[in-house]
């Protein structure tokens, strides 16, 4: 700022010793995009409004908590069953929709997630639907500071529904600065079965080839731990005469002595004049009757088979943290998880990896002492050189995002070379301390990054004139060791 001096005296004029500096964007924050309970804040309507929560009791505070469905008990000939009495077997069976959201987002805080946007589509009962889901994306188009996009509940659609779904998920994305979808398969609890009906190839090929590399997806879905038995009482059974008829069955088959039947009895009766939920009689009928007990195993078991984009989200967000958004997101075990639906061998990993169609398919596998593991790395454009892993799609991502909203500082600043060192220092700067964390690749600075601006490189004298100033930035970013071959060979005693 120039000083006005008209008055004899002394004058103090101060004048910065460092120039600008990058903040790194944030890198882990994603948006939860489906349906909720409710959605109201401050007694406020919020649906379809992008709403940031730090916690799962912020969420149930502003959307409530999870769908409960009611099933009934139905008798099943084949070997799937949820409960055996008396030779036969019993499934439990509900015709109600199904909403990923909340659990999702409990896996998502299983595995290290904090900050998280909401955009709630809809409340339960309702249909899901394609479009509430792709106008929710939409919404996000003005909120700026997520970095990942899943939709947990577009897999509760129609095969079409939900390849629409995905559709806008990764075109989203690629119009974003630094957004990444995290796909679920749809029919990820089923094996592959290599044929027409294969549930790889229908979503690979109702995937289309749009923003490819913007996105990854993973398979199978997960056997949860975050749903409890303690969640479900009596109030799940659509008929609860069905349930009475049961237990009554069972009381007859495990008490010899009349009396002890007749207690029994006498407590299962109980169900059919109860209003609402009596914590008394429940734990009551789980003491006296192990049907009723393992009925509520059977519920938590249902609802723990859930898709694992909540759970990937979650140890995305745990990397970034720990290591860096550079670290391939990939032999990471995974919280609130017991076990993939479905066991791979590496032959069956095989053609998720590397497909002559591009698309790969991260695994979800459990090794023996380890866990569950997240075993792949790659984005959906698995034939690309330049995009084929998600931390160097991510962290090109990240870099822009960052350089970006500081160079924005320099709009409308003089375009002379006293602007662009200034500009040039800011960026070198940033990318240094990158390179000194392990981001960039190279034995020295030169060999990592090249950082150029300034007439005869990267401007000509009409860009100046058009009020352009072009900046080049390359970068070598570090790449996961995907295969790892030894040699062994034997040498000659000596």
Partial sequence: MAIRIATPGVYIQEKNAFGNSIVASPTAIPAFVGYTEKAEKEGKPIINVPTLIDSLETFETFFGRAWVPTYSLKKSEGAANDVTLGGNKYSLVTEESRYYLYDSLRLFFANGGGRAYIVSTGVYKEEVDSDKLIGGIRKLKTTTEPTLLTVPDAVALTPQGCAGVQQEMLLHCEGSDNRFAVLDVQGGTTARSYDENDTIDAFRNNLGNVGLKHGAAYYPWVNATVVSDKEFSYLQFAEIEELVLLLKEEAASIHEKERKQQEAIAEIDKLTAVSGFDADLHQTLKSISPLYKSLMFSFADKLNVLPPSGAITGALARVDAVEGIWKAPANEGLGGVFSPVISMTNEDQEDLNLTLGGKSVNAIRTFSGEGTMIWGARTLDGNSQDWRYINVRRTMSFIESSVKSSVKSYVFQANTPMTWVSAKGAIDAFLTNLWNQGALVGTTQNDAFLV??????????????????????????????????LTFQQQMQS
């Fill in 452 to 485: 150029e601006v300034g007439l005869g490189s990267t401007m000509t004298q009409n860009d100046v004139l058009d009020g352009m100033m072009k900046i080049s930035v390359k970068v070598a970013i570090s790449r996961p060791a995907e295969f790892i071959v």
